[in-house]
């Protein structure tokens, strides 16, 4: 093969142009975070947003169209600089891969050149800008003249325009909020997570109560003098019910019976109970070398103390099982009058009036017998066009997938 | 329960085994095809009668624990394992697929608490199964790319014609990106319905999107004139950017926030 050696600038611009292209592209990004002394871009919010999306599709697309035949679009619109954007992507990508972002209150080169913000910094606006419009242009000459064997491009390509310009454009008319609710009380006051200050909301929502499940208690042997929890022999976690067995060096545990609600006795037997009281109580039977006994051990609550088991030094203790489900009745309401009964629960979000309320916490130190209940109150009116490009891309890939093999079987 | 499971899974698994078995010997028996297609999907048939079954008899769907998961990737892998075969003639696919779904079978049978152990409620949605089904199958694509690249480079090194070499490893890789996309978005559909958005860059997604990256980069370079032997230590090497998302991401300083650090076993 002849190389012939290509000099800079010389017409088809190719990889080099494009390297050098994006790589200056992304300093001046920095240079500008930097000049805007770390604060990173400010996105307009609707209608404005949705006006500057659309003067950018036309331009780009016009553009594309218009100056098809001359080299620099050509170049503009093709995959050498597409690629060296795809990698300015993934490298910027890439550090907020490996430093935590985050706000970080401290002045220093990487917060001024936010890397600790990396996905909202001018060098990744700038680099995604300049992606759309190499990709705008590259479809702009697979949609016009549209043929049908296009389509698949077309489907991945608009797609993932789509979903990435609003995804990126919209963020800043995404509202999240979280609500916090006792039982039997209403609010309207939601808190972002940068401001401490809460903001009134056009609903209402009205806690009628709140109700978590939990998976089994756990056995578990802690060392009180190094502060420690012993490994049991079989490594696993030991869910109480009739009939577990565990044991540790030289310790043997049996549950003779199990209560999963009850309260203790006058007689210090406990007697079973209503849900909303009782608590977990396990009769055991301990065999040590040296003696064997039982005893009553339970996992407490914010009005009772636990019960342990003493042994050799050692207590053997029983912990609540961890969350298995929590839900939220609630009534919300908005200023219109409109009104609406619903179970929040996590992955059961409920839709009302254009918001998305989701159950997303309680009380975790009073767990079960938690009053409170966190809702998180989401608008993001630009998420239909983001899933619009989703549904797009995975219609171009069921057509990837489905075309298969067959017409590609001659690749060189 | 745990009984009837592990009737179930043995019985798949014999199917699988004695199918892979008859349709390596049908290379030369030809009439062995049929009989050897029949039962190694028989063997992901038990495995869905069963989810089906256990369904029915615990009145939910069995979503709730790691145990419970598997039978679904179990079913599900070897399905896809054979659609992918079917449409794009890669040999070789379905015998991944269905020692994959044995050994997530044979976990469970193993550790029986593992259909104690439960998950967390955010994890109990229909997208999980899905998710993890599809990107298991990408994995296992991309895996068998990477490693066809490796020997391509290999056999350049030694100076040898090999352009069949080149071509499976491409259409593995490209078959593996549809894969990689669809994980992605089913990830992003179901982070809405848990989390409240779609994308928030938690280190598991950033990681995640750079692997996509990379393939999407290999994609482009393919189709543009680049020397096809180089980008075989492209792909030999962008594996490393799964295996960083798979196992890394939890030792990055990044993960100290990440709501995917769950540890599981
Ligand atoms: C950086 C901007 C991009 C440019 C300039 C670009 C350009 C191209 C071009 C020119 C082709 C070849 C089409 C053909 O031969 O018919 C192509 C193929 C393809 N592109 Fe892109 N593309 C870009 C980004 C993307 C993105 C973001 C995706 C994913 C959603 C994507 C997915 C694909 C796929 C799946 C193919 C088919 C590959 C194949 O058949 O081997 N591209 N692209």
């Given at each position: 093969m002849v190389v012939v050696r290509r000099r800079w600038f010389q017409a088809p611009w190719e990889f080099r142009e494009s390297a050098l292209f994006t790589?200056?592209?992304?300093?001046?990004?920095?240079?500008?975070?930097?000049?805007?002394?770390?604060?990173?871009?400010?996105?307009?919010?609707?209608?404005?947003?949705?006006?500057?999306?659309?003067?950018?599709?036309?331009?780009?697309?016009?553009?594309?169209?218009?100056?098809?035949?001359?080299?620099?679009?050509?170049?503009?619109?093709?995959?050498?600089?597409?690629?060296?954007?795809?990698?300015?992507?993934?490298?910027?990508?890439?550090?907020?891969?490996?430093?935590?972002?985050?706000?970080?209150?401290?002045?220093?080169?990487?917060?001024?050149?936010?890397?600790?913000?990396?996905?909202?910094?001018?060098?990744?606006?700038?680099?995604?800008?300049?992606?759309?419009?190499?990709?705008?242009?590259?479809?702009?000459?697979?949609?016009?003249?549209?043929?049908?064997?296009?389509?698949?491009?077309?489907?991945f390509h608009a797609g993932f325009w789509i979903a990435l310009s609003c995804a990126v454009v919209g963020s800043s008319d995404l509202q999240r909020f979280v609500v916090p609710i006792n039982v039997g009380k209403a609010n309207n006051l939601g808190y972002t997570m940068e401001s401490e200050t809460p903001q009134h909301l056009p609903l209402s929502i009205y806690l009628h109560d709140f109700s978590l499940e939990e998976y089994p208690p756990q056995l578990l042997l802690y060392d009180p003098h190094n502060d420690k929890l012993m490994m049991n022999k079989a490594q696993a976690i030991l869910e109480v019910r009739t009939g577990t067995?565990?044991?540790?060096?030289?310790?043997?545990?049996?549950?003779?019976?199990?209560?999963?609600?009850?309260?203790?006795?006058?007689?210090?037997?406990?007697?079973?109970?209503?849900?909303?009281?009782?608590?977990?109580?396990?009769?055991?039977?301990?065999?040590?070398?040296?003696?064997?006994?039982?005893?009553?051990?339970?996992?407490?609550?914010?009005?009772?103390?636990?019960?342990?088991?003493?042994?050799?030094?050692?207590?053997?203790?029983?912990?609540?099982?961890?969350?298995?489900?929590?839900?939220?009745?609630?009534?919300?309401?908005?200023?219109?009058?409109?009104?609406?009964?619903?179970?929040?629960?996590?992955?059961?979000?409920?839709?009302?009036?254009?918001?998305?309320?989701?159950?997303?916490?309680?009380?975790?130190?009073?767990?079960?017998?938690s009053k409170l209940s966190l809702i998180e109150v989401i608008h993001d009116p630009w998420l239909p066009a983001v899933y619009l490009g989703f549904f797009m891309i995975m219609a171009g890939n069921i057509l990837f997938f489905w075309n298969g093999i067959k017409r590609r079987e001659v690749v060189k | 329960m745990i009984m009837n499971f592990n009737t179930a899974a043995e019985l798949a698994i014999v199917c699988w085994a004695i199918g892979s078995l008859l349709s390596l010997l049908a290379n030369r028996t030809p009439a062995l095809k049929l009989p050897?297609?029949?039962?190694?999907?028989?063997?992901?048939?038990?495995?869905?009668?069963?989810?089906?079954?256990?369904?029915?008899?615990?009145?939910?769907?069995?979503?709730?624990?790691?145990?419970?998961?598997?039978?679904?990737?179990?079913?599900?892998?070897?399905?896809?394992?054979?659609?992918?075969?079917?449409?794009?003639?890669?040999?070789?696919?379905?015998?991944?697929?269905?020692?994959?779904?044995?050994?997530?079978?044979?976990?469970?049978?193993?550790?029986?608490?593992?259909?104690?152990?439960?998950?967390?409620?955010?994890?109990?949605?229909?997208?999980?199964?899905?998710?993890?089904?599809?990107?298991?199958?990408?994995?296992?694509?991309?895996?068998?790319?990477?490693?066809t690249a490796l020997h391509n480079v290999y056999l350049q090194l030694r100076k040898q014609e090999n352009s069949t070499g080149e071509s499976v490893s491409h259409f593995l890789a490209l078959l593996g990106f549809v894969f990689l996309s669809f994980g992605l978005i089913f990830g992003a559909l179901w982070a809405k319905e848990a989390w409240g958005h779609y994308w928030t860059w938690d280190p598991k997604e950033t990681w995640a999107f750079l692997s996509w990256l990379a393939y999407l980069?290999?994609?482009?370079?393919?189709?543009?004139?680049?020397?096809?032997?180089?980008?075989?230590?492209?792909?030999?090497?962008?594996?490393?950017?799964?295996?960083?998302?798979?196992?890394?991401v939890n030792y990055l300083p990044s993960a100290q926030n990440s709501v995917h650090t769950y540890t599981q076993s």
């Amino acid at each position: 093969m002849v190389v012939v050696r290509r000099r800079w600038f010389q017409a088809p611009w190719e990889f080099r142009e494009s390297a050098l292209f994006t790589a200056v592209s992304v300093i001046a990004g920095f240079i500008i975070q930097v000049a805007a002394s770390g604060r990173g871009i400010a996105m307009p919010h609707l209608p404005f947003n949705a006006i500057a999306l659309s003067v950018l599709a036309v331009l780009v697309l016009s553009t594309g169209l218009a100056f098809k035949n001359t080299h620099a679009v050509k170049w503009f619109g093709g995959i050498p600089l597409g690629l060296c954007l795809i990698l300015a992507i993934a490298l910027l990508s890439l550090i907020g891969g490996i430093i935590p972002q985050q706000p970080v209150a401290k002045e220093s080169l990487p917060v001024l050149l936010g890397l600790n913000q990396i996905f909202s910094s001018w060098p990744f606006a700038v680099t995604v800008l300049l992606f759309l419009a190499n990709l705008g242009i590259s479809l702009s000459w697979k949609l016009i003249p549209f043929k049908p064997q296009n389509l698949q491009f077309i489907l991945f390509h608009a797609g993932f325009w789509i979903a990435l310009s609003c995804a990126v454009v919209g963020s800043s008319d995404l509202q999240r909020f979280v609500v916090p609710i006792n039982v039997g009380k209403a609010n309207n006051l939601g808190y972002t997570m940068e401001s401490e200050t809460p903001q009134h909301l056009p609903l209402s929502i009205y806690l009628h109560d709140f109700s978590l499940e939990e998976y089994p208690p756990q056995l578990l042997l802690y060392d009180p003098h190094n502060d420690k929890l012993m490994m049991n022999k079989a490594q696993a976690i030991l869910e109480v019910r009739t009939g577990t067995t565990a044991s540790w060096q030289g310790i043997e545990v049996l549950v003779l019976d199990y209560l999963p609600y009850a309260l203790p006795g006058k007689d210090g037997v406990p007697q079973s109970a209503d849900r909303k009281t009782g608590i977990p109580f396990a009769k055991v039977r301990i065999i040590t070398p040296s003696t064997q006994r039982e005893a009553w051990i339970s996992t407490g609550s914010p009005m009772l103390k636990p019960d342990a088991a003493q042994l050799d030094g050692f207590y053997l203790i029983m912990m609540p099982g961890t969350p298995k489900s929590f839900r939220s009745a609630v009534t919300i309401q908005d200023e219109q009058g409109h009104e609406t009964n619903a179970n929040l629960e996590v992955n059961h979000p409920v839709s009302f009036m254009g918001w998305k309320l989701y159950q997303m916490g309680y009380d975790e130190k009073a767990g079960r017998w938690s009053k409170l209940s966190l809702i998180e109150v989401i608008h993001d009116p630009w998420l239909p066009a983001v899933y619009l490009g989703f549904f797009m891309i995975m219609a171009g890939n069921i057509l990837f997938f489905w075309n298969g093999i067959k017409r590609r079987e001659v690749v060189k | 329960m745990i009984m009837n499971f592990n009737t179930a899974a043995e019985l798949a698994i014999v199917c699988w085994a004695i199918g892979s078995l008859l349709s390596l010997l049908a290379n030369r028996t030809p009439a062995l095809k049929l009989p050897a297609f029949l039962l190694s999907i028989a063997g992901a048939l038990v495995m869905a009668g069963f989810i089906a079954f256990y369904w029915s008899a615990l009145d939910r769907p069995p979503l709730r624990t790691l145990g419970e998961t598997r039978l679904w990737y179990a079913a599900l892998i070897p399905l896809v394992g054979f659609l992918v075969e079917y449409r794009w003639k890669i040999g070789g696919l379905k015998y991944y697929c269905m020692a994959l779904a044995t050994f997530l079978l044979s976990i469970n049978m193993l550790h029986p608490e593992v259909f104690d152990k439960t998950l967390m409620p955010a994890l109990q949605s229909p997208w999980f199964i899905p998710h993890v089904v599809v990107y298991l199958v990408g994995y296992v694509l991309l895996a068998a790319s990477s490693v066809t690249a490796l020997h391509n480079v290999y056999l350049q090194l030694r100076k040898q014609e090999n352009s069949t070499g080149e071509s499976v490893s491409h259409f593995l890789a490209l078959l593996g990106f549809v894969f990689l996309s669809f994980g992605l978005i089913f990830g992003a559909l179901w982070a809405k319905e848990a989390w409240g958005h779609y994308w928030t860059w938690d280190p598991k997604e950033t990681w995640a999107f750079l692997s996509w990256l990379a393939y999407l980069g290999y994609l482009h370079a393919f189709r543009y004139k680049i020397d096809k032997s180089k980008l075989q230590w492209y792909l030999a090497l962008a594996f490393v950017v799964l295996l960083v998302c798979w196992f890394g991401v939890n030792y990055l300083p990044s993960a100290q926030n990440s709501v995917h650090t769950y540890t599981q076993s």
